[in-house]
């Protein structure tokens, strides 16, 4: 008897935990680099529409996060990569991890931005590396801004400019990518111009920004550096006190500023590939795209989103930024990287 | 045979050896060593081998590689013994100073000189711009020619600086502990034989202190070895170590198999210097140790010229860049855009206010405070995972036999090996699972647990065994052993190692390469967030930020500084 009563017992369990209880939310998981940032409330906007949970996984800079996710393709830590960029963009596409998807807010998005037409990977944002000067210093001295590549290895900008390490750091190696546009198989002739002219090369931007320029609060020596087009626009958003103008400007001229475009892809073999489209959908929606400009200092790609006042005063975007196709710069990187490492050394 | 276990005096002979297995020393030191082997094993030796054994194929011998191998590895022992000779210009005198006299302040500014080695680089590298940067203030003293500051040879000396202002404490320690513990009555008694003052030091002095100076020598050199943070931030493009090419072939220029080659032969060299500090050490530990302290305050003019220059000294080299951040993030540098010019400086708490507000709604934004709670709350787990694990392994190394001095250098190893290549053997062996915040404190614990062991290690040696066996001939349950004779000696070495564990966590060492959940950020991330977009404000916080650190760290130092057993405090 006692038996039967545990049998019947455990069958009962059984079933219960059978009877579909009220679905768990469903989670999505991005997997992105250090710098995505976005605004809460439209993270809940999406949780909300589509009864889910997003989690959001950082991995390092562009490079680690793309590593990583190269590394555990098979068994992939997350539903969608976002923040490849299309300097690493080959490197996705030949390691084959990103699942094609042709979402229908792609129709919003100018072609200019759409790289990969197999749509695995789907742009979302873009910004311009370029050199920021110190307004400030070039009025003083009533100096002129350079126009040029060529301007920068005149001697009255001798030890006024700090770069990044390409080997190191994206804004470097954008900046590199824009002078191998420039002067073809000439760049390393340039660059030790660069260095007789007193340019200095530091680990990466945080280094740059804050030790070496003379407009940040490091107050450093130089007074022009490498970094974004949106950036002066950030330093009037974060300024200690409230400023009517920006202490920096980018210079924008032509061939001087290289376009970084990030992209976001759903990675195979994802449990959640609905939700994931969904997702996908979501960041090329008006909404997203208008929030991300405050939060990473980026422009939107879709054509329809309107850019914060800050943006419209402050930062700027290369006309005519410098043109390499992708797969140029997926076959060459590293051997142009290297080259420059051994001509700066 | 097998039939004959079946035979009853057999079973009974089985049974003694089951039971005499059990009771035998060997069993109780596997028993110690299970946990903390289990640990390393799980977390630290099969991630990294799978990654080396995954990366690595006989790609990576080409003449070129074999070039690279050969010139990094030169500049990486040139530069690491240099800073070593470096450190110890410094920490000798400091050594001498800390040991033989008493002075008022003593034990803050031996706090401080502790203080830069559970710094994060960010830190480190923003004081010494404050001190050195164009507007610092030894070079509004001292105005360096431009050519110079963006020298090669410029870099080079920040390097050697900064490993000195980080393992000058080192030196301190170990050096300094041994040279309180010399027994006078030694140089005393050479002296009445007739012994002039270099003979003393040569013969005596110089002669007891080798071994705790070989082994403060072969840390410090070890930590140079593997300078990654200072190489990068303060070194520009121009110089590579082991280690910062390794995360360069992993992450910048891919080429897995040489970035493997690169880890197994730090990991070799690690393991070289692992093996002769813990040999070393040993016989730091026992040497003979007065009961009293050697210290006094300075009576002659020289001794008294001796205290002051290094007091000034130290104070320099320690206090300035120190205290340089605090001054930054109460200070307004932004010039006034009505009337350009001149830099306008002001006193300001904007930025300590604005850390509480989140300007932008952002998702990942905690307050500070709320990133200082996380930092204290991984910094705890990391204080329960290290002493639960290094009390047994400690246990076991206070009296080593032969399997403990093999061990011993394999708990060192963490200390030695690529964050870049252990992060990707994470990734690949514990995959989804890895966005579990308890990889945090484990991480943490890797790089605690030899701390924790070395402090723990000499305070369970020193305790007599004739104690115990009087305790237990008395009548004294084991249990009641450990309270009444272990415990009271322990629980200072405890605190201290606790302590040790806690600010190793709270500067947390390349964990960061690991995955993180961005809703769990530490204080060194949340620096490292501020830093990485550009305006005033952002500085500012991250300076605000820095120091919050930095007086945890003081604190928590300040506090083992108080604790330490007279004769413990090793690494």
Known sequence: ?345 | MENNLLNHGDTETLRKKILRAFLSPWFYRVLLWLAPILFLLAFFFLPLSRILILAFNTSAFTKTNFQLILSTLSFTFYQAALSTILTFVLGIPSAILFSRFDFRGKSLLRALTAVPFMLPTVVVAASFNAILGTRGIFSSLFPLSPEFTTSKTFYFLLILLAHVFYNTTIVIRIVGNALSRLDPKLEAAARSLGADSFHVWKNITLLLLRPSLLAAALLVFMFDFTSFGVILLLGGSNFSTLEVEIYLRVLKLPNMPLAALLSVIQLVFTLIFSIHYTRTINQVTTQTAPRFSLARSPKTTRERAFVITNYLLLITFFLLPLISLPIRSLTRLEADRGQRGEVQYGFTTDYYQELFINRRGSLFYVPPIQAAANSLGYASITVLLSLSLGYPAAYALAKPTRLEKFLDPLIMLPLGSSAVMLGLGFIISFGRSLASPWFVPIAHTLVALPFVIRTLQPALASIPERLRQAASTLGASPFRVWQTVDFPILSRATLGAATFAFTVSLGEFGATLLLTRPEYPTIPIAIQRFLSQPGGLNFGQAMAMATLLMLLTTLAILIIEKLRLPNSGEF
């Open chain 1, 1 to 345: 008897m006692k038996r039967l009563a545990f049998c019947l017992l455990l069958f009962t369990l059984l079933l219960a935990s059978c009877t579909p209880r009220p679905a768990e939310p469903q989670t999505i998981s991005i997997m992105t680099h250090d710098s995505f940032a976005i605004s809460e409330d439209i993270i809940k906007v999406f949780e909300a529409e589509n009864d889910s949970k997003v989690s959001f996984i950082q991995s390092g800079d562009a490079g680690s996060m793309l590593n990583q996710a190269i590394l555990t393709k098979d068994a992939p830590i997350a539903d969608i990569l976002f923040g490849v960029d299309n300097t690493f963009l080959s490197r996705a596409l030949e390691a084959d991890i990103f699942e094609a998807y042709d979402s229908s807010a792609l129709t919003d998005i100018p072609d200019e931005f759409k790289l990969d037409p197999s749509n695995r990977a789907l742009p979302v944002d873009y910004g311009d590396v370029c050199i920021n000067y110190d307004k400030n210093y070039f009025a003083e001295k009533n100096l002129a801004i350079p126009q040029t590549f060529e301007d920068l290895a005149k001697p009255e900008y001798k030890g006024l400019l700090v770069v990044e390490n390409p080997a190191t750091s994206s804004p470097g190696l954008a900046f590199l990518l824009a002078t191998r546009a420039h002067f073809g198989d000439g760049y390393l002739d340039y660059w030790k111009s660069l260095k007789a002219n007193g340019t200095v090369v530091v680990d990466g931007w945080e280094t740059a920004y804050y030790t070496n320029f003379s407009a940040s609060s490091g107050k450093g020596a130089q007074t022009m550096v490498v970094s974004y087009a949106s950036s002066p626009a950030a330093e009037v958003f974060f300024a200690s006190e409230p400023l009517t103008d920006s202490p920096t400007a980018s210079i924008v001229a032509s061939g001087m500023c290289f376009r970084q475009i990030e992209f976001v892809g759903i990675l195979k073999n994802s449990q959640n590939k609905v939700l994931a489209q969904k997702f996908v959908d979501f960041m090329l929606s008006r909404k997203f795209q208008e929030d991300m400009p405050l939060n990473m200092f980026v422009y939107p790609v879709n054509k329809n989103a309107k850019l914060p006042d800050v943006f419209v005063q402050f930062a700027q975007v290369a006309e005519s930024p410098a043109v390499l196709s992708y797969s140029e710069i997926a076959s060459n990187r590293d051997s142009w990287i290297e080259a420059w490492t051994a001509a700066m050394k």
